[in-house]
């Protein structure tokens, strides 16, 4: 078996990968900590042949769970962010100071796509632009749905907005002041991505493959108004591609990767944004 771990500030995502079929055996989410306890936050190690790990953690985190690891199992393999990885050029000046999560989306976007925009809609909400033929422009980063609610502080961060709902909803005024707020900060957030999509697709002349992770996908995917994806497992799929184990992922195939709907014409995309510019 295959463990992989993506360990977020707060909350840390893992899954148990079959080495021989490739298939998904099980998946389970805990509270990022520092001491990890095989067989309650991650599965029994003894099942475990090799473990990939994506960490956007404190560094004395990965530093205690690479020590627990590599006491128990063969193989582990931490993803870093480097300067080129598979044909993409890191475009941070300081390209190992770009969150490890981001990169390997981006890496696993252009596998697939050969150039995307990749949205993670997680604590924060980052989006990312890799260019056909590789060049990573580097990217923004926002707060998230949750993180915009808290700074308001009125009391209404535990009402969560319902994935469900349709973005017409979502994006018509609240008539209480806990629906204000939800649909106020959905606003906030598919307005940006839908202007900062346009606004760097007509800069540069491209049409790119849009496509959506992280926890927040599902909701705000309701609200982007060009064709896109939503793929759960973008940060894995990077590591499969970083670190491929199985013959699938040899093969370039990664688990629960989208058909990549094609995008809308640069036209298209330049004639949204001019008028939306007039209003």
């Known amino acids: 078996m295959i463990l992989d771990l993506d360990i977020g500030n707060?909350?840390?995502?893992?899954?148990?990968?079959?080495?021989?079929?490739?298939?998904?055996?099980?998946?389970?989410?805990?509270?990022?900590?520092?001491?990890?306890?095989?067989?309650?936050?991650?599965?029994?190690?003894?099942?475990?042949?090799?473990?990939?790990?994506?960490?956007v953690?404190?560094?004395?985190?990965?530093?205690?769970?690479?020590?627990?690891?590599?006491?128990?199992?063969?193989?582990?393999?931490?993803?870093?962010?480097?300067?080129?990885?598979?044909?993409?050029?890191?475009?941070?000046?300081?390209?190992?100071?770009?969150?490890?999560?981001?990169?390997?989306?981006?890496?696993?976007?252009?596998?697939?796509?050969?150039?995307?925009?990749?949205?993670?809609?997680?604590?924060?909400?980052?989006?990312?632009?890799?260019?056909?033929?590789?060049?990573h422009l580097g990217g923004y980063i926002l707060p998230g749905l949750r993180l915009m609610k808290e700074s308001l502080k009125l009391g209404?961060?535990?009402?969560?907005?319902?994935?469900?709902?349709?973005a017409e909803e979502l994006l018509a005024p609240g008539r209480r002041t806990v629906e204000a707020v939800n649909h106020g900060i959905y606003m906030a957030a598919v307005s940006a991505i839908n202007r900062v999509y346009a606004e760097v697709c007509d800069s540069e002349g491209v049409a790119l493959p849009l496509l959506l992770t992280g926890g927040d996908a599902r909701v705000v995917s309701r609200g982007i108004q060009v064709p896109h994806a939503v793929w759960p497992d973008m940060v894995y799929g990077g590591l499969e591609a970083c670190f491929p184990l199985t013959a699938a992922e040899r093969a370039g195939r990664m688990s629960g990767a989208p058909r990549v709907p094609s995008p809308v014409s640069l036209e298209k995309i330049r004639a949204g944004l001019a008028f939306s510019m007039l209003l």
């Open 156 to 166: 209404t961060r535990n009402v969560a907005i319902d994935p469900d709902s349709e």
């Open 57 to 135: 953690a404190r560094k004395a985190v990965l530093e205690e769970t690479v020590s627990l690891l590599r006491h128990r199992v063969g193989v582990v393999h931490v993803a870093r962010s480097t300067p080129e990885s598979l044909g993409v050029t890191n475009g941070y000046e300081e390209p190992e100071r770009l969150g490890v999560d981001r990169w390997l989306g981006a890496l696993a976007g252009y596998q697939l796509a050969g150039g995307c925009c990749a949205v993670d809609c997680g604590s924060a909400i980052t989006i990312d632009f890799v260019l056909p033929g590789g060049r």
């Open 10 to 55: 707060t909350l840390s995502k893992w899954r148990l990968k079959d080495a021989d079929s490739s298939e998904i055996r099980s998946r389970g989410a805990v509270w990022t900590r520092e001491e990890w306890r095989p067989g309650s936050d991650i599965p029994d190690l003894d099942v475990v042949e090799a473990v990939r790990i994506s960490s």
